[in-house]
Structures are given as structure tokens and as C-alpha cells.
């Protein structure tokens, strides 16, 4: 494929990605629009009642939908930023095009001007070939006579067709933002509350798709809990995964990793880093899986280092998270294809969580075809 073709189809993947940026702006500025509103209408109400109890509720209800504006605002400007970064690289890539485009013509033109005299040269070339032909042709035969003369035994070699490597899945998970905490009741009861992602329940249920699917003896899930940046790489350089799986907190352009004092601040890895990561192994990883909010953002960042990524494009539930991982491993394990482990997972999501099944999102560089990769052999 000509330099400009291979441009030209990743300006048109890119339109697309600059069309769902646009639709993604609208639905923030949409949502951060919806709750100014209804914070303005709580105010309002907090403002007109003569009831106390009213006053509070009604104050309390503005000061929620404040945050869900400072949320929407803080989502607008993350989308507005890869917009405007995005808008830079379509630019760029316009740019390379109308210079292929003039260096694919000048090249043709070149080559036609070689092409005429190459054929002048094989003119007088054939005329020289003439005058040594008959010597070739007798030399030929006083070859095939010593050959017929002697006995020649061949052995040949049976190879035997390589056993399957078994698939390294390379599990990271990271929870730094779960609390706990315990209320101790007037009468005596204790009861602890919590904020946290259920990532060891998502590795559980993983684990058990794994033991029934078929060709279970050919996938290895190495998990590593309450990951930190450092884990990215000793787990690439102790394990030499085949698939790198991240489940926890993503967002604002990379992923919240557990830090080394193990507090709920947790480091924060920028797409572009991990993506530096991810390169720095003479055995990078084929497939890389982001079961975390808002990570399909980094894909851009992530393709030159890993062929393929599968992605969220907005919030993921813990329920969904869970029922995509278990059902896209277990179709894996089945010898399925990329493509289609991932279209069983979002089925299996559309059962039970309806409006998150298109959230899962795939994208690969453009000589890789999702619908016939598959990591794991088939065997009789």
C-alpha cells in the first residue's frame, strides 16, 4: 500500500474520532448544563421556603448538582484538551499527505524515465546473451551427465508442528481511593462503611470463566493486587505477558496506581508513560485491556506501543466491569477470535446492564485484523 492510501485511511479514522469528541463535548456540556440548572432551581426553593428542614434539603440537593457540574466541567475540559491535541494531529497528517502525494508523482515520474532505459539496455543486453547462450547450454549438459552417474541418497526430516505457548495474562489491579470506616451506634453496633471497586471479585469470577472454558491449560493469569507504577514494569519483565489487563480508576488522560506508602491519594500514570512502558521490553504485549473509566481517550497514545487496545469510553459500573472481564477472558479461552470474545461480553452486558454494553471499545493498528487474531490455539 502506497505511503498516501496508508495517510489517507488514518485521516478518515481520525474524522471519526474527531466526530466522537465532538458528541462526547456535547454530552458533557449537555450534563454540566442539566445540573447549573438544577442546582439554580434548589437554590431558588432553599431561598423562597420558611421551613428549616425544607431549607436544608433544598441546599443540600444545589450543593450535589454543583458537584455533578464540577465533574461535568472538569470531563469538558479533559474533552476539549484531546480535541484540541487531536485537531493538531489531523493537521499533521494533511501535511504528510500532500507531501507523499507529491513525492508518489515525482517518483513515478522517474521511474518512467528509467523504465525507457532500462529497455534500451536490455536490448543490447540480449544481443551480448546470444553470443554465450550455446556455451551455458553445453556446460548444462556435461552437468546432468555427472550427475546421472553418481547415486544420490536424501534423508528427509519429519519437523513436528510446535506445541502452543501457553497465553500470559499480566493482571493489574488497584483500588488506592477505597476507605473504610466504622460508626460505632448509640446502641453499641458497630457498622463499617466503604467506598471501594470490587477488583477482587472481577479477578474471582475471571478465574472461575477460566476453569470451564476449554482450553483452560492454555492461559496463565498472573494477578497482581494493589498495583503501583514499578509493578507495570516488573510484571512485563518477570512475566513476558502476551495481554496486559488493568482494572481500578482511569481518567484525565491515564490510570490511578496504588503508590509505594499505600495511601488513597494513589499516583496517577499518564497514558503517554505507560505507553513508554509498554515499549521498553524486546517482548511487548499483544492485547492491552483497560477495564477502568474514561480510558479509551489513550488510545491514540497506546497503538504504537501495543497492536491492540480494548478500552472504556465513559464510566463503567462494577457490575459491568466484572460481567465484561469474566465473558471476554472466557471467549478468549475458547479459542474465540478478539473481535468476537469482545461482541460475547458486550452481548452478556446488554442482558443485565443495558445501557453500559457499548462501552467496551476496541481499536488496533491498521495491518492487524481483530476478526481472525486469536490468542489461544484450537486443538482437537
Not at 479514522?13 to 442546582?39: M, P, V, Y
Not at 497503538?303 to 465513559?314: E, G, N, Q, R
Amino acid at each position: 500500500m502506497a505511503r498516501s492510501d496508508t495517510l489517507r485511511a488514518e485521516l478518515a479514522r481520525l474524522q471519526g474520532k474527531t466526530a466522537d469528541l465532538t458528541k462526547e463535548a456535547s454530552r458533557h456540556e449537555a450534563a454540566l448544563a442539566s445540573a447549573r440548572s438544577a442546582a439554580e432551581k434548589k437554590r431558588s426553593e432553599a431561598s423562597r421556603t420558611k421551613s428549616d428542614s425544607t431549607r436544608r434539603s433544598a441546599t443540600s440537593a444545589a450543593e450535589r448538582e454543583d458537584k455533578k457540574a464540577l465533574d461535568a466541567l472538569k470531563k469538558l475540559g479533559d474533552v476539549q484538551k484531546r480535541a484540541g491535541d487531536h485537531a493538531k494531529t489531523v493537521g499533521t497528517k494533511q501535511q504528510q499527505l500532500a507531501a507523499a502525494a507529491k513525492s508518489e508523482a515525482q517518483v513515478a515520474e522517474r521511474a518512467s524515465t528509467q523504465q525507457a532505459s532500462k529497455e534500451r539496455s536490455t536490448r543490447q543486453a540480449r544481443d551480448r546473451d546470444d553470443a554465450t547462450r550455446h556455451r551455458r547450454e553445453l556446460a548444462h549438459a556435461r552437468e546432468i551427465g555427472r550427475a546421472a552417474s553418481q547415486t544420490t541418497v536424501v534423508r528427509f526430516v519429519e519437523i513436528r508442528t510446535p506445541q502452543p505457548e501457553p497465553l500470559r495474562v499480566l493482571y493489574l489491579t488497584s483500588n488506592p481511593q477505597a476507605t473504610e470506616t466504622t460508626v460505632t451506634h448509640p446502641d453499641g453496633t458497630e457498622v463499617t462503611e466503604g467506598v471501594w471497586l470490587r477488583v477482587d471479585r472481577e479477578v474471582r469470577l475471571v478465574k472461575e470463566a477460566l476453569r470451564g472454558s476449554k482450553y483452560r491449560d492454555q492461559i496463565v493469569v498472573e494477578h497482581l493486587p494493589a498495583a503501583t507504577t514499578k509493578d507495570v514494569l516488573d510484571g512485563l519483565n518477570d512475566h513476558r505477558p502476551h495481554v496486559v489487563h488493568f482494572s481500578g480508576h482511569g481518567g484525565f488522560g491515564g490510570l490511578l496506581m496504588d503508590n509505594e506508602r499505600g495511601d488513597e491519594d494513589g499516583q496517577h500514570l499518564d497514558f503517554a508513560i505507560l505507553a513508554r512502558m509498554l515499549s521498553a521490553t524486546t517482548t511487548p504485549p499483544t492485547l492491552l485491556v483497560l477495564n477502568a473509566c474514561d480510558t479509551l481517550a489513550g488510545v491514540d497514545q497506546l497503538l504504537p506501543a501495543v497492536p491492540v487496545v480494548i478500552a472504556m469510553s465513559d464510566t463503567i459500573p462494577d457490575l459491568a466491569a466484572m460481567t465484561f472481564a469474566s465473558q471476554f477472558y472466557g471467549a478468549i479461552a475458547a479459542a474465540q477470535s478478539i473481535s468476537a470474545a469482545l461482541e460475547q461480553a458486550k452481548t452478556i452486558m446488554s442482558l443485565g446492564v443495558l445501557e453500559d454494553a457499548e462501552l467496551p471499545q476496541v481499536a488496533c493498528r491498521d495491518d492487524i485484523d481483530i476478526t481472525t487474531l486469536t490468542l489461544v490455539q484450537a486443538r482437537d
